[in-house]
């Protein structure tokens, strides 16, 4: 047990946003309510998953919907509380041990941050991605048969519902339209769980994981070759380009950004082109049009010079970027896991192939 200051905020906020994988929200807006609500409340207490109580109660909160819409559409404040606690009332929980948040992100990361502080409640170090990924049933937790519902919606003008579902893929299918109708973001409370779940089925110590990343991308005391190296032995992870970005297409549909990055190569990638494919998150890269990388292992963006998370809403011309790929949790490698969230689930006709191997082969894949 520990507790989170301003300072482990902002590691974590960063940290988050480079798990995030370019989706999860914006990184300031997520840090700055975390940092507000710290300052208002005071440090939030970070339980171990291991040191919970199997019996006890814990609710999630995040954010749903399209990330690019937080820049116009800012949360009023009380959206995260309010669904939370919405929720555990339906259920008739007498105590809610704590909270967690479902995914890596720059704001969903943030969030239950925001409603442990303001409820005096510990938060959980785990998460159901260890990523992001742009779907409510894309989860360990559902991988591991826990259900999404009953959830809880709601949006900054105080429309709030609870819905039921027969599985969790009509949780997504049905929480999407509202969403949509909401404005394309609204903040949820899904998979309500124990102590003994958590330990189960969730990605531990993710939240200690985003504050490691976080420290070294923060660091002023590194040079920036030995930042990289540093941040690459963290992670178990390759760099796979680095360039400039020479175009980006972006469309909002059906409550999720829609998209692909060109990125032209710089140094000893001079001469080369890799495209980067997102739906929220980024899912596949491709080098002159070999694939290189693919969801669920995670393909991230970063500044060329700060190593800073670049997320996909904030993808534009001109921009230097590294980009760095990284191996999934091993939940993921399974069946259901591939099936859940694979190259073919997002509708690209690869069969996935872990980084490992893409890396020992060339960056070679059946197509």
């Known amino acids: 047990m520990r507790y989170l200051d301003e300072a482990a905020i902002e590691d974590i906020a960063v940290g988050a946003a480079f798990l995030g994988t370019g989706g999860g929200g914006d990184p300031y807006i997520g840090k700055m309510m975390a940092l507000s609500a710290i300052k ?8 171990n ?13 995040a954010m749903m919907g399209a990330p690019s819409v937080l820049i116009e559409k800012f949360p009023k404040g009380d959206e995260f509380v309010r669904v939370f606690e919405k929720l555990g009332r339906y259920m008739g929980v007498e105590k809610v041990a704590g909270t ?5 992100g720059g704001v969903n990361s943030m969030i239950p941050i925001v409603v442990a502080a303001s409820l005096q409640i510990p938060l959980v170090d785990c998460d159901g991605m260890g990523r992001a990924f742009p ?29 039921e579902t027969i599985s969790n893929k009509w949780t997504e299918r049905l929480a999407r339209v509202q969403t949509v109708e909401m404005g394309a973001s609204s903040l949820v409370s899904l998979y309500p769980s124990t102590g003994r779940q958590l ?13 490691k990343i976080g420290k070294i991308i923060r660091s002023n005391d590194l040079d ?4 990289l190296s540093s941040l690459l032995e963290l992670i178990n992870g390759t760099q796979l380009f680095e360039g400039k970005i020479i175009d980006v297409i972006r469309r909002l549909e059906g409550g999720f950004n829609f998209g692909e990055a060109t990125i032209e190569g710089l140094n000893q990638d001079l ?19 070999v694939p290189m990388a693919m969801t669920p292992d995670l393909i991230c963006m970063v500044d060329l010079e700060t190593l800073m998370p670049v997320t996909t809403e904030a993808l534009k011309y001109g921009k230097r ?13 399974t069946e259901s896991g591939i099936q859940t969230v694979g190259p073919r689930y997002f509708g690209y006709d690869l069969d996935y192939v872990p980084l490992e191997e893409m890396l020992a082969q060339g960056g070679n894949a059946d197509v």
């Not at 998953?49 to 909160?61: N, R, T, Y």
């Not at 970027?321 to 490698?333: G, Q, S």
Request: glycine share 8%.
């Open 224 to 227: 920036e070759a030995t930042k």
């Open 40 to 47: 208002e409340f005071g440090p939030v207490k970070m339980v």
């Open 271 to 289: 001469g080369s082109e890799t495209k980067i494919f997102f739906q929220n998150e980024n899912l596949i890269a491709e080098k002159d049009g």
């Open 49 to 61: 998953p291991q040191d919970v109580a199997d019996e006890d109660f814990f609710l999630p909160s």
């Open 321 to 333: 970027v590294r980009v760095i790929a990284l191996p999934c949790d091993n939940k993921w490698r």
């Open 100 to 104: 967690f948040p479902m995914e890596a």
């Open 199 to 211: 330990k189960d089925h969730g990605i531990h110590n993710i939240v200690t994981f985003s504050e």
């Open 135 to 163: 779907e409510l049933q894309m989860t360990t937790f559902n991988l591991g048969g826990i259900s999404a519902a009953p959830m809880a919606i709601t949006d900054e003008k105080g429309n709030i519902g609870i819905m």
